[in-house]
């Protein structure tokens, strides 16, 4: 699967000073980045090269000046939210659209595209696979502090309204709920302007064993 964890990846990885500087020009980022935000950069770690063979399509197929050339994710700080309403496995429940557990903004160009000047839905959803995927993965490691790895076993994506490229976006993405190995996940996708362009609903099960 990974020659190393997701713990060991976000901590050992390094946030591009170049991302944060280019996203910060961004009126609808710049909140994010304020360091009295809520929530804190973190690696996106897919996006680095691991040395293997792993993550190929995220740190190269679709990380080059004319696909996605900048992508910045954010997990909300530990302790921003105190004693948030939980359900009887712990997820707080206070999270969805106007409080997501990790965010993430990416720059997409025009070398995703399907019809002129659309993002191909297929990258929406990769997008969205593997944005949803590190917010378990962080949900997973830093508050409910389980061990194991998670796979996609569905997701679901409602395009709302086509993605213009070149653009930036945010990717907002939240735990629903859990139940023993299967963690649910949500997330929306919006412009610039806030306008809700795409949504999906994600189910990842926990591996009974390493692979
Ligand atoms: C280090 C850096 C990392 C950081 C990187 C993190 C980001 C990664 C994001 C990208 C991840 C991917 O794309 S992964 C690649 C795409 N996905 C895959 O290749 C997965 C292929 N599928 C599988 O391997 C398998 O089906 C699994 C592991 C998902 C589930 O198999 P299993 O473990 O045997 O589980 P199983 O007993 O069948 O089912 C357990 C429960 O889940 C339910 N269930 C199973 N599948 C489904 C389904 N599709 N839709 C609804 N429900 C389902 C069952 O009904 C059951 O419910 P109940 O009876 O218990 O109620």
């Known amino acids: 699967m990974y020659n190393h964890t997701y713990k060991e990846l976000i901590t050992k990885l390094q946030v591009s000073q170049e991302d ?22 973190v690696p996106f770690v897919s996006r680095h090269d691991k040395g293997d063979l ?12 004319d696909t996605i050339p900048r992508a910045l994710a954010f997990m909300q700080r530990p302790g921003s939210l105190h004693s948030p309403p939980t359900d009887e496995n712990g997820i707080d429940l206070s999270q969805g659209a106007e409080n997501p557990f990790f965010i993430t903004f990416c720059q997409i160009e025009s070398g995703v595209n399907g019809y002129i000047d659309t993002a191909h839905g297929g990258v929406l959803a990769a997008l969205f696979d593997e944005t949803l ?9 830093f508050v409910s502090e389980e061990g194991g790895h998670l796979l ?58 390493a692979l």
């Open 20 to 41: 944060v500087d280019f996203f910060a020009n961004m009126p609808f980022a710049r909140p994010y980045i304020d360091n009295t935000s809520l929530y804190q950069p």
């Open 54 to 65: 792993s993550d190929k399509f995220f740190n190269k197929a679709i990380n080059s000046h």
């Open 133 to 141: 995927g590190l917010c378990a993965e962080s949900y997973r490691v």
């Open 152 to 209: 996609t076993a569905s997701l679901q994506v409602s395009y709302r309204s086509p993605v213009r490229t070149p653009s930036a976006v945010i990717i907002k993405t939240w735990m629903r709920r859990k139940e023993g190995r299967k963690w649910f996940l949500e997330a929306q996708l919006l412009d610039q302007d806030g306008l809700l362009k795409a949504e999906a609903k994600s189910l990842y099960i926990g591996l009974k064993s």
